[in-house]
């Protein structure tokens, strides 16, 4: 093996180490995810995210086959009161050593597009995209029945 071999080798072991120890700082719980219907044209997806390292980091996208396109959304109130849904294009800050709840009337994950309708107990695969972590791929229950109990309420 030549010197410049041996180099890239380890720098791509290093660079493959330093990403998984960086994903193992996101752990992701109560994930569901679910669609008004049937019909339904988009979805969303919910769960506690919690950063265990000592880093702020950010979610910062998500993607999936599930759906044409795949957005970070919240609800706004409108100075008439009214909950408005929008795009966060920032990103939702998981400060280190804390949880953030994607829930819904809150920040939460939306297909748009859907390719086939949400079937209760299936699986959706989503890779959620984080300023430092990188990528950590989750597989989320459809719950087209969850009534928003446990750590989702409010």
Request: proline fraction near 3%; charged fraction near 20%.
């Given at each position: ?50 950063n265990q390292g000592e880093t702020d980091d950010r979610l910062i996208g998500a993607a999936s086959d ?21 795009q966060v294009e920032e990103g939702i800050p998981i400060p280190a050593g804390e949880t953030h709840m ?53």
């Amino acid at each position: 093996m030549t010197l410049k071999s041996t180099l890239v080798a380890t720098l791509v072991a290093l660079s493959l180490t330093s990403a998984a120890q960086a994903a193992d700082t996101i752990v992701v719980e109560d994930a569901y995810a679910r669609s008004a219907g049937k019909s339904a044209k988009a979805g969303a997806a919910f769960m506690m995210i919690e950063n265990q390292g000592e880093t702020d980091d950010r979610l910062i996208g998500a993607a999936s086959d599930v759906a044409g396109r795949v957005e970070l959304h919240t609800h706004k109130i409108d100075e008439n009161g009214v909950a408005k849904m929008m795009q966060v294009e920032e990103g939702i800050p998981i400060p280190a050593g804390e949880t953030h709840m994607l829930k819904r009337g809150g920040d939460h994950v939306m297909f748009m597009g859907l390719k086939a309708p949400f079937e209760q107990g299936a699986m959706v695969p989503v890779t959620l995209i984080f300023e430092q972590a990188g990528e950590v791929v989750v597989e989320i229950p459809i719950d087209l029945e969850r009534q928003d109990t446990g750590g989702h309420s409010n």
